[in-house]
């Protein structure tokens, strides 16, 4: 069984101004360099070898960049990127506040953006994107039991909304910049075993 761990990217310029980034590629500010160093330290002691971690991510710069840090922290391997586990398109909406979304297009759960994806296209491209990684990952080390993914807050809560037939995360909840969440991961499915630091049992 893999353990396999999703990492939110570090802070950017564009969360702490509330902006929607979605598919634009906006790189880490300093905050977010220091997210993914704590990240790297924090998640050290759950790794028996952390040299021998595989560790990949989304191919936007603000994902690389926040695991090339925990890389070299841990002196692992270079990240692999995917394409597929970056963040949600918002379409026209990207760029524009929270605040200026709602003037725009209403409630955020039941907006029609122009040129989004839909949450049905997002947590498709999810799974696909997390069952490739792992089949990548075991076909050249077939011994391994730990998965690191540096992706974005969309795709995260659509994992988890998901696996935990949408008890989590809460509507209003916010998943934080360098917080990550482990699933195991079976041919059964994913499921959920530790929610930003807890336990949980579904």
Do not use: K
């Not at 050249?140 to 974005?152: A, G, K």
């Amino acid at each position: 069984m893999i353990h396999l761990t999703l990492i939110r990217h570090g802070e950017t310029d564009w969360n702490r101004a509330r902006l929607i980034q979605g598919s634009t590629d906006i790189p880490l500010n300093d905050t977010g360099r220091e997210q993914a160093r704590q990240a790297a330290e924090r998640l050290r002691g759950a790794l028996d070898n952390p040299t021998a971690a595989r560790i990949v991510s989304s191919d936007l710069s603000r994902a690389r960049e926040t695991a090339q840090i925990i890389a070299d922290q841990w002196g692992a391997a270079a990240p692999l990127a995917y394409p597929t586990l970056r963040e949600r398109a918002y379409g026209e909406a990207e760029g524009i506040t929270v605040d200026d979304f709602a003037v725009r297009w209403g409630n955020w759960y039941t907006a029609e953006v122009p040129g989004a994806e839909s949450r049905e296209q997002l947590q498709l491209r999810a799974f696909a994107a997390l069952d490739a990684v792992v089949t990548d990952a075991l076909g050249s080390q077939p011994d391994l039991t730990r998965i690191f993914v540096v992706t974005h807050g969309a795709l995260i809560r659509s994992v988890i909304h998901h696996v935990s037939d949408g008890r989590l995360p809460a509507r209003e909840e916010r998943l934080a910049n360098g917080s990550d969440y482990t699933f195991h991961y079976s041919p059964d499915g994913l499921a959920l075993i530790d929610y930003a630091g807890t336990t949980v049992s579904l």
